[in-house]
């Protein structure tokens, strides 16, 4: 018998009809969970290896972003790679990457534990922080992530690489609200918005928080918009116990939260439920670990899986249906950026501190220019979008800014076992126009240390920025005779220091995390001093008052992480000055002098400094430090003066706070090395060695005259050890010292806050 081609054909395309038709559709479902939800990758990324296809992807919270990523093209090994990123590290902490936080308006170091920032119209209204962490960088990332995508789809997510549904809850219709189109940001950015975490969003008349407060396993979304053949679903969460009675935070959690069902329809489908009942909700320190757990678990239910799943899709055909998706995903390219939100000239200030080189731009090559932003603490928040322009091809870049409180009051200071300790309260009110200007106030006060310091800064946003500062100090430092913190009665003081200065600076920026200043000051101080150790109560000091004036040009490079007890980044400075100025000395009971000697002094000073610190990425840190100085400065009228008056090296905390004559000298070197150990979280061990090496020390005849010794003789070592804890306001820390060329070589410092004080005029 003859079949003709048509009797062929035909039966053919029936069959392979029917197969399509027929073939299976998967939906996979991404539960909530905060940290415990990066096992999705791991289940993602075990479904893809083993040819498990993925039809249609509905997710809550971490689940949602999780399935964003991989809807719009992202692979397993890219969304693997993110959440192992410092920059994901940044996202939960509401960190900017601290290579691009402008150091040019960084304010100065102080002892501050806390800041209130309070509004000068609504002074006496106190209102609580709606969020623990920053979304500025979480915003940012997630337009760079998905705007291409949303485009492509035309912000319908349907669309997408792969069709995609997320939740969020609105708390005024206390509703669950869909995402099924629109901007792919705002909806994963909704739907992460965990309560008093991340602010929540405002979005066509509602406020959208976490969709797990309603739904955080959204099978039911799966069924009603998809209805696939099979659903996977993976869950790292559970329902909370039932409030009691003397728990506010159980009371709480149901008041806000509706009861989810963890469920897939018996016959419809298979759950995958990860072991991570120990793993803390926002605790992002075991990514690379909860990946594998969800790996894992997906691994050993793929002979279950493939039971129910008879389709087939490999993993070279999914890398190329992804590849051929990203090739069509429009470039992101940013041609224009607009600024909103605050006033024009507000506006404008943002609009200039950009600095942007060229017509058109990437987000990636964008991005430091937006961390700089965030860096500066007159603007509390900028929520980025884009618009696609069908006819250029080009995005716009819209910031939707918000200006920082007016009123800034902070407080702290010091805790010590020694009688250093001390509060601190700084007052900073903010103006902001087409140029920012800030007023400066603090004051420090305890027994050892009492400073007020007052001034303004003007920030100018020019196609070259810069900052003008003028300040002036008053400033008092006590050096006890006793050590006793409490009990003993003061002592008469071996050494007193009056300070007063008026200083102007200005600022330019070198890069990001540089700076050239031009500074100039006019002051007085008086050391009051005994240049014996045997007074009494009666006896009078003697006296030197130094009036001055000085210039100095530095430039300083810093990203260290901290400003006491760093661990990561460097700080370089070069620092010139000159000092003219009119030495008098007026000598009291213990003296054998009795005439006032005044003397014209003047000297250059060149500094140099370095500190940086390697192997950031382990719980063992390693550091070096150096530091240099050079001057051709003379004697004052007796050796006591000449010392107080010099370069001081202070490689350890207490050094800041005591009078060591075997640390000064004109002209030296220093070397020093550190070794961190992190103990666990936040708690470090530090091991500290320098060798202090004075060009020629400053030694004192009979008649209490300065005199040079012999060159490069009579090293200082000295060594610290240190445990540290850095509580979110600050750092607690038991410092023991060594010093080998000291009357007693073993110190002992305990302090809780930070050893900071106003600076010196000669500093």
Same mark, same amino acid.
């Given at each position: 018998?003859?079949?003709?081609?048509?009797?062929i054909?035909?039966?053919?395309?029936?069959?392979?009809?029917?197969?399509?038709?027929?073939?299976?559709?998967?939906?996979?479902?991404?539960?909530?969970?905060?940290?415990?939800?990066?096992?999705?990758?791991?289940?993602?990324?075990?479904?893809?290896?083993y040819?498990?296809p993925?039809?249609?992807?509905?997710?809550?919270?971490?689940?949602?972003?999780?399935?964003?990523?991989?809807?719009?093209?992202?692979?397993p090994?890219e969304?693997?790679?993110?959440?192992?990123?410092?920059?994901?590290?940044?996202?939960?902490?509401?960190?900017?990457?601290?290579?691009?936080?402008?150091?040019?308006?960084?304010?100065?170091?102080?002892?501050s534990?806390?800041?209130?920032?309070?509004?000068?119209?609504?002074?006496?209204?106190?209102?609580?922080?709606?969020?623990?962490?920053?979304?500025?960088?979480?915003?940012?990332?997630?337009?760079?992530?998905?705007?291409?995508?949303?485009?492509?789809?035309?912000?319908?997510?349907?669309?997408?690489?792969i069709?995609?549904?997320?939740?969020?809850?609105?708390?005024?219709?206390?509703?669950?609200?869909?995402?099924?189109?629109?901007?792919?940001?705002?909806?994963?950015?909704?739907?992460?918005?965990?309560?008093?975490?991340?602010?929540?969003?405002?979005?066509?008349?509602?406020?959208?928080?976490d969709?797990?407060?309603?739904?955080?396993?959204?099978?039911?979304?799966?069924?009603?918009?998809?209805?696939?053949?099979?659903?996977?679903?993976?869950?790292?969460?559970?329902?909370f116990?039932?409030?009691?009675?003397?728990?506010?935070?159980?009371?709480?959690?149901t008041?806000v939260?509706?009861?989810?069902?963890?469920v897939?329809?018996e016959?419809?489908?298979?759950?995958?439920?990860?072991?991570?009942?120990?793993?803390?909700?926002?605790?992002?320190?075991?990514?690379?670990?909860?990946?594998?757990?969800?790996?894992?678990?997906?691994?050993?239910?793929?002979?279950?899986?493939?039971?129910?799943?008879?389709?087939?899709?490999?993993?070279?055909?999914?890398?190329?249906?992804?590849?051929?998706?990203?090739?069509?995903?429009?470039?992101?390219?940013?041609?224009?950026?607009?600024?909103?939100?605050?006033?024009?000239?507000?506006?404008?200030?943002?609009?200039?501190?950009?600095?942007?080189?060229?017509?058109?731009?990437?987000?990636?090559?964008?991005?430091?220019?937006?961390?700089?932003?965030?860096?500066?603490d007159?603007?509390?928040?900028?929520?980025p979008?884009?618009?696609?322009?069908?006819?250029?091809?080009y995005?716009?870049?819209?910031?939707?800014?918000?200006?920082?409180?007016?009123?800034?009051?902070?407080?702290?200071?010091?805790?010590?076992?020694?009688?250093i300790?001390?509060?601190?309260?700084?007052?900073?009110?903010?103006?902001?126009?087409?140029?920012?200007?800030t007023?400066?106030?603090n004051t420090?006060?305890g027994?050892?240390?009492?400073?007020?310091?007052?001034?303004?800064?003007?920030?100018?946003?020019?196609?070259?920025?810069?900052?003008?500062?003028?300040?002036?100090?008053?400033?008092?430092?006590?050096?006890y005779?006793?050590?006793?913190?409490?009990?003993?009665?003061?002592?008469?003081?071996?050494?007193?220091?009056?300070?007063?200065?008026?200083?102007?600076?200005?600022?330019?920026?070198?890069?990001?995390?540089?700076?050239?200043?031009?500074?100039?000051?006019?002051?007085?101080?008086?050391?009051?001093?005994?240049?014996?150790?045997?007074?009494?109560?009666?006896?009078?000091?003697?006296?030197?008052?130094?009036?001055?004036i000085?210039? &100095?040009? +530095?430039?300083?490079?810093?990203?260290? $992480?901290?400003? @006491?007890?760093?661990? =990561? !980044?460097?700080? #370089?400075?070069?620092?010139y000055?000159?000092?003219?100025?009119?030495?008098?000395?007026?000598?009291?009971?213990?003296?054998?002098?009795?005439e006032?000697?005044?003397?014209?002094?003047?000297?250059?000073?060149?500094?140099?400094?370095?500190?940086?610190?390697?192997n950031?990425?382990?719980?063992?840190?390693?550091?070096l430090?150096?530091?240099?100085?050079?001057?051709?400065?003379?004697?004052?009228?007796?050796?006591?003066?000449t010392?107080?008056?010099?370069?001081d090296?202070?490689?350890?905390?207490?050094?800041?706070?005591?009078?060591?004559?075997?640390?000064?000298?004109?002209?030296y070197?220093?070397? &020093?090395? +550190?070794?961190?150990?992190?103990?666990? $979280?936040?708690f @470090?061990?530090?091991? =500290? !060695?320098?060798? #202090?090496?004075?060009?020629?020390?400053?030694?004192?005849?009979?008649?209490q005259?300065?005199?040079?010794?012999k060159?490069?003789?009579?090293?200082?070592?000295?060594?610290?050890?240190?445990?540290?804890?850095?509580t979110?306001?600050?750092?607690?820390?038991?410092?023991?010292?060594?010093?080998?060329?000291?009357?007693d070589?073993?110190?002992?410092l305990?302090?809780?806050?930070?050893?900071?004080?106003?600076?010196?005029?000669?500093?």
């Open positions: 018998m003859i079949f003709s081609l048509k009797n054909l035909v039966p053919l395309f029936i069959v392979f009809s029917t197969i399509s038709l027929s073939a299976q559709k998967v939906g996979l479902v991404l539960s909530g969970g905060g940290s415990s939800g990066i096992t999705h990758v791991g289940v993602i990324k075990a479904l893809e290896e040819g498990i993925i039809d249609y992807i509905t997710g809550t919270s971490m689940g949602a972003l999780v399935g964003a990523l991989y809807a719009t093209g992202y692979s090994e969304i693997e790679a993110f959440f192992l990123s410092d920059e994901f590290q940044n996202w939960t902490t509401g960190s900017v990457d601290n290579n691009y936080s402008y150091y040019l308006r960084k304010k100065e170091d102080d002892a534990l806390i800041t209130l920032k309070l509004s000068t119209d609504t002074l006496w209204e106190f209102n609580l922080p709606t969020n623990l962490v920053s979304s500025s960088t979480i915003n940012y990332g997630l337009l760079s992530f998905f705007s291409p995508s949303t485009t492509y789809a035309k912000e319908d997510f349907n669309n997408l690489f069709p995609f549904r997320c939740v969020a809850s609105d708390i005024i219709s206390k509703k669950e609200i869909v995402f099924s189109n629109g901007k792919l940001t705002t909806a994963v950015r909704a739907s992460m918005a965990y309560p008093f975490y991340l602010k929540p969003v405002t979005y066509n008349d509602m406020l959208l928080f969709g797990g407060l309603y739904n955080n396993f959204p099978a039911n979304v799966m069924e009603e918009d998809f209805n696939p053949d099979f659903i996977i679903g993976s869950n790292v969460s559970f329902n116990e039932k409030p009691h009675e003397d728990n506010i935070v159980s009371q709480i959690k008041i939260t509706n009861d989810t069902k963890y897939i329809p016959g419809k489908g298979l759950m995958i439920e990860p072991n991570v009942t120990d793993n803390a909700t926002f605790n992002f320190d075991n990514n690379e670990k909860l990946i594998k757990i969800g790996y894992d678990a997906t691994v050993s239910k793929i002979v279950e899986i493939r039971k129910e799943v008879k389709d087939y899709r490999s993993k070279s055909e999914t890398i190329n249906k992804r590849d051929q998706y990203k090739k069509e995903l429009p470039n992101f390219i940013i041609n224009k950026v607009v600024v909103d939100g605050l006033k024009v000239n507000q506006n404008s200030y943002i609009k200039n501190s950009l600095r942007l080189k060229n017509k058109t731009i990437s987000p990636e090559k964008l991005k430091p220019e937006y961390i700089k932003l965030l860096s500066d007159k603007i509390k928040s900028i929520r979008e884009v618009q696609f322009n069908d006819t250029s091809g995005y716009t870049l819209k910031l939707n800014a918000k200006k920082e409180k007016d009123l800034f009051v902070s407080v702290g200071g010091l805790i010590s076992s020694r009688p300790s001390e509060g601190f309260i700084g007052l900073q009110y903010n103006l902001l126009d087409k140029a920012a200007l007023f400066l106030a420090y006060f027994r050892f240390h009492n400073s007020i310091q007052t001034g303004f800064r003007l920030d100018i946003p020019f196609v070259i920025p810069f900052y003008w500062k003028n300040t002036f100090n008053m400033g008092n430092w006590d050096y005779k006793s050590n006793n913190v409490f009990f003993e009665d003061k002592k008469p003081s071996f050494l007193v220091n009056n300070d007063m200065y008026a200083k102007t600076e200005i600022g330019l920026p070198v890069f990001y995390k540089g700076k050239l200043v031009f500074e100039g000051s006019t002051g007085d101080f008086t050391n009051e001093y005994y240049q014996t150790k045997n007074f009494l109560s009666t006896d009078t000091t003697d006296e030197t008052h130094f009036t001055n000085l210039g &100095g040009i +530095k430039y300083e490079r810093n990203s260290l $992480n901290r400003k @006491q007890y760093s661990s =990561e !980044g460097s700080f #370089f400075a070069i620092n000055k000159y000092v003219k100025g009119k030495e008098e000395t007026i000598f009291g009971s213990t003296s054998n002098n009795t006032t000697i005044e003397n014209n002094i003047e000297w250059g000073q060149i500094k140099v400094s370095y500190e940086q610190y390697f950031v990425k382990h719980n063992v840190r390693f550091g430090f150096g530091e240099g100085v050079y001057s051709n400065q003379p004697f004052f009228s007796n050796y006591t003066a010392l107080l008056a010099s370069p090296f202070q490689p350890f905390t207490e050094n800041r706070t005591v009078f060591n004559q075997n640390l000064r000298a004109h002209s070197i220093a070397f &020093g090395v +550190k070794n961190i150990y992190y103990l666990f $979280n936040k @470090q061990l530090r091991l =500290e !060695g320098y060798a #202090f090496q004075p060009y020629q020390n400053i030694l004192s005849d009979v008649n005259k300065a005199y040079y010794s060159e490069w003789t009579n090293t200082q070592y000295m060594a610290s050890s240190s445990l540290v804890y850095y979110p306001i600050g750092p607690i820390a038991l410092n023991l010292n060594y010093y080998d060329r000291a009357t070589n073993w110190s002992f305990f302090h809780f806050g930070y050893v900071i004080f106003n600076k010196k005029s000669l500093d």
